[in-house]
């Protein structure tokens, strides 16, 4: 998984506990997002495509949910992986 794929994992984990498996459900509704293996928590973003504008629309799902809450807990969540990223890759939703 690369590192995409991480930061998705964790943010549909993280929102896994506050919102059960709502969390995978909105996460399949993602464009362009694969959820691989549920219970291993495995997801791949496709080749090609605009990987932060991928997270972009994951964190997306879950703020017209739950609001602003929903923005910090996935920034929280993912906030190790994108230290490591540069500046221009990191997605607008995580900044």
């Not at 362009?32 to 629309?57: M, S, Y």
């Not at 609001?67 to 910090?72: D, F, I, K, S, V």
Request: negative net charge; charged residues 25%.
């Amino acid at each position: 998984m690369d590192t995409f794929g991480q930061i998705a994992s964790r943010i549909v984990k993280e929102q896994e506990l506050i919102i059960g498996p709502l969390a995978w459900d909105e996460a399949s509704q993602v464009q362009d997002l694969r959820i691989v293996d549920r219970q291993a928590g495995t997801i791949e973003i496709a080749p090609g495509t605009n990987h932060g504008k991928v997270i972009d629309n994951l964190v997306n799902r879950y703020v017209d949910l739950f609001g602003r809450a929903a923005r910090e807990a996935c920034r929280e969540a993912a906030v190790s992986l994108v230290a490591d990223l540069p500046p221009s890759e990191v997605p607008s939703s995580l900044k």
